[in-house]
């Protein structure tokens, strides 16, 4: 419900302050250099294509049994490989492109998933009534990117559907010019 539902209230609110995976990620010593190139974030559709396949195969070509009980041994010791596969190539990546962030923007599948809904969100950040100075710092800490400067400067809401309303833009600004 928070991933596909949520969306349409707080955009990407969950990854900015409910996600397991990305709390986890966030404590790593790294310390974020410049911003990963767009043709890195397209993997992502790679790895939601091969989230969707993976489990038709199981089930259409391999017979899985998706009725069977979800806390037998078997299926708890895939729950958990499963689940450390994943932190593993976070952490990976995150020391790979110098970004904690990393696995969001080049390989989480749900994010694509909510980037959709997260487009008719209710919640944005937008200009205050305070002037913008112009000072970029926003936008440099923005950890996911989004060059904050240029739509608070035009007096533009944060439509980028990668924010995930962390609140660090608002944190960071010395004029108070973003709300
Ligand atoms: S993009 Fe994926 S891993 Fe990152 S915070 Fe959102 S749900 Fe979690
Ligand atoms: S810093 Fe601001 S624009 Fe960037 S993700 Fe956080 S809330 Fe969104
Ligand atoms: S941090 Fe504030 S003042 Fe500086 S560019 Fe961003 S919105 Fe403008």
Redesign the pocket.
């Known amino acids: 419900m928070a ?1 596909v539902f949520g969306p349409l209230i707080w955009g ?1 609110g ?2 900015g302050w409910a ?1 397991w ?2 709390a986890v990620l966030e404590w790593l010593p790294v310390k974020k250099e410049g911003r990963i190139k767009s043709e890195f974030k397209k993997l992502r559709y790679l790895s939601l294509g091969i989230s969707i396949l993976f489990p038709l195969i199981l089930i259409f070509f391999l017979n899985y049994d998706v009725r069977s009980d979800y806390l037998n041994r078997s299926e708890m010791a895939w729950m958990f490989i499963g689940n450390g596969l994943y932190y593993l190539i ?1 952490i990976a990546l995150a020391f790979i492109f110098k970004d904690r ?1 990393a ?2 923007k080049v390989a ?1 599948p ?2 694509l998933v ?1 980037k959709l809904p997260s487009g008719l969100r209710l919640i944005k950040l937008g200009p205050s009534d305070k002037d913008c100075i112009k000072c970029g710092r926003c936008s440099r800490k923005c950890p996911m990117d989004i060059d904050v400067m240029a739509y608070i400067s035009q007096g533009r809401k944060v439509t980028d559907t990668e924010c ?1 309303l962390c609140l660090e833009c608002v944190r960071n600004c010395p004029a108070e010019a973003i709300g």
């Open positions: 991933k990407r969950f990854c996600c995976t990305a976070g962030r696995f969001c989480c749900v994010s909510m995930i």
